[in-house]
Each structure stands twice: as structure tokens, then as C-alpha cells.
């Protein structure tokens, strides 16, 4: 994914001279060639994260598009002040694309771990926040969050579906279950191991790469009318357990319904590992889901 979103954001800076690139020096190596050609719209501030989304900031008050790109953790917990002040206060937009989403970033320890991004978010107004499930989908999200001015979240992953799925912003059945089957909502590179989680039970599995806005309309045609046994929906998110939960609560106001929430833990693990061991520890690899979903589904 990142890749994709270098290639990308590069081939925007050609095409459209409203683009704008702000680094803190992660990936100032993958652009350097785009800043030899654009050395006025490709800056590299430097470790200075808080001024990289300051200086956002005055590019947008100037017209320009910018996009904003380093750690997960870097360019959203550490500069939490700027975005609220930055952005959302002054009313202008920019292209926050993150890596290293809640522990790819694993093996440097908790300094490059951001689980609790989208939530931090949340706390902001009008945030599109964009999850991809596969290099594939990065490309169509990032060309439309550059064509307005709004402010945009990309998180990508080094986790992965095993094909794009094209859900423009809605919720997209992947697999069907019996009229009435509990609902899994899986967003983003959580399809993969949702699908494999289910296997044998009768469920329907839907998924989003856009958790911002949320799409309740899509939720309330899933679940359908109210019914004596109040639905059973499953949210697997890839990053803090519940994240969402108020959204999906909200969407199913006046529908009585179950809702099983499941995300990174709040609790601070104190390790390294790989991004597998995190998933494992978290319950969030195919086995731990469907202990999870088999659980709670009795």
C-alpha cells in the first residue's frame, strides 16, 4: 500500500499543480525524485511533525491540496493539537495518509504502535477516514480525496485482503448468509481473516473501506425491519475495540440488536513481536475471531 500511495500521490504532483506533498522525513527517500521536479510543492520539514501539519495548513489556505504523510502515530497521536487547531479550527482540509496503522510497526516498540488513530479522530469534525483492505483500493481513495477540500484520513496497511473490492463508501456484501443470519461487519484488511474466521457458520459478511461516514443507511438495509429476536451484529475493526460502536449504535437507534465489538485491546501488551503475534495476542487472527463470533453467537 505504500507503494501504491507514493506511485500515486507522485503521478498527482504531475498532474495536478493544486497537489501539495508535506513530509516529516519518513518516506522523503520515495519522493525525492517528485521534489527535484516540484522541489515548491514537495516539503520535507524535517522531525518535526507538529510544523509538517502547521505548514499543511497554510497550504491550504492557499489553495493548494496538501497531503500529509508519516507513522500512524506521527501523523495523527503526536500531532492530535495541529489537526484540531490546524485544520479543523481554521476550517481548511488536507490528505492525512498514514502507514504503520495500529502495530505494523511492531518490532520499534510502542513509539511506532497507533491503534487508538480513528478515535482520536472521532473527536474531530468531519474527518473522511479511509481503510483500505488492498493496495488495489489506495489509488481510486487517494485520486478522490485530492479532487476537494476536505479533510481525509488514509490509513494504510501492510495487511491485506486477497482482492480489491470496490465499496464506494458503502457497506458491500462478500458472502450471504439465511435471511436473518447475524451480521459481521469487517473493515478494511480485516476481511481476509473474517472470512476464514466464519467458515461453516450462517452469517453475512459485509465489508467497508470507508468506516467515515458511516454507512448507516447500508447497516439498516442489512439488518432489515425489527423482528422478535433483536439481530446480532459483529464489528472487527483493525484498530481500538469499539471504535465504532457509536456509529453502528446510532444507525440502529429504534432497532433492538446485539453488538459484539472487536479491535485492538485498550490494554498497553509492553511488547515487541510481529504484527502476527499482535494479531494473535489481540484475538484478532481467523482463530481468536471465531472463538470470538462463535461465543457471543452461542
Known amino acids: 500500500m505504500r507503494d501504491t500511495f507514493t506511485d500515486t500521490a507522485t503521478a498527482l504532483l504531475d498532474d495536478d499543480p493544486r497537489t501539495a506533498i508535506v513530509l516529516a522525513d519518513i518516506s522523503a527517500s520515495s519522493f525525492a525524485p517528485a521534489a527535484r521536479r516540484h522541489p515548491d510543492r514537495v516539503l520535507n520539514v524535517g522531525i518535526r511533525e507538529q510544523l509538517m501539519v502547521g505548514v499543511a495548513g497554510g497550504l491550504a489556505l492557499t489553495g493548494l491540496r496538501p497531503i500529509v504523510h508519516s507513522y500512524a502515530t506521527f501523523a495523527v497521536d503526536r500531532v492530535y493539537e495541529q489537526l484540531k487547531l490546524d485544520l479543523d479550527h481554521q476550517g481548511v482540509g488536507a490528505v492525512v495518509v498514514s502507514v504503520g496503522a495500529s502495530y505494523d510497526g511492531s518490532?520499534?516498540?510502542?513509539?511506532?504502535?497507533?491503534?487508538?488513530?480513528?478515535?482520536?479522530?472521532?473527536?474531530?469534525?468531519?474527518?473522511?477516514?479511509?481503510?483500505?483492505?488492498?493496495?488495489?483500493?489506495?489509488?481510486?481513495?487517494?485520486?478522490?480525496?485530492?479532487?476537494?477540500?476536505?479533510?481525509?484520513?488514509?490509513?494504510l496497511s501492510t495487511a491485506s485482503n486477497d482482492l480489491p473490492r470496490p465499496a464506494a463508501g458503502r457497506l458491500m456484501v462478500v458472502h450471504r448468509g439465511t435471511v436473518g443470519a447475524p451480521l459481521v461487519l469487517a473493515v478494511g484488511p480485516m476481511l481476509h481473516p473474517v472470512l476464514h474466521a466464519i467458515t461453516g457458520l450462517d452469517v453475512t459478511v459485509a465489508y467497508t473501506h470507508t468506516p467515515r461516514p458511516f454507512d448507516a443507511v447500508g447497516l439498516r438495509e442489512l439488518v432489515g425491519t425489527p423482528s422478535p429476536a433483536a439481530p446480532a451484529v459483529v464489528l472487527v475493526e483493525p484498530y481500538l475495540a469499539g471504535t465504532s460502536s457509536a456509529a453502528v449504535s446510532g444507525a440502529l437507534a429504534g432497532v433492538p440488536h446485539r453488538l459484539l465489538a472487536l479491535g485492538v485491546g485498550r490494554t498497553d501488551l509492553r511488547r515487541y513481536g510481529s504484527p502476527a503475534d499482535h494479531d494473535r495476542w489481540h484475538g484478532l487472527d481467523a482463530a481468536g475471531l471465531r472463538r470470538s463470533i462463535s461465543a457471543f453467537l452461542g
Open 107 to 155: 518490532s520499534m516498540g510502542r513509539t511506532h504502535m497507533s491503534p487508538g488513530d480513528v478515535a482520536l479522530l472521532d473527536t474531530l469534525t468531519d474527518w473522511t477516514v479511509h481503510v483500505p483492505g488492498h493496495p488495489d483500493e489506495v489509488p481510486t481513495l487517494l485520486r478522490a480525496a485530492a479532487n476537494h477540500d476536505d479533510r481525509v484520513y488514509l490509513r
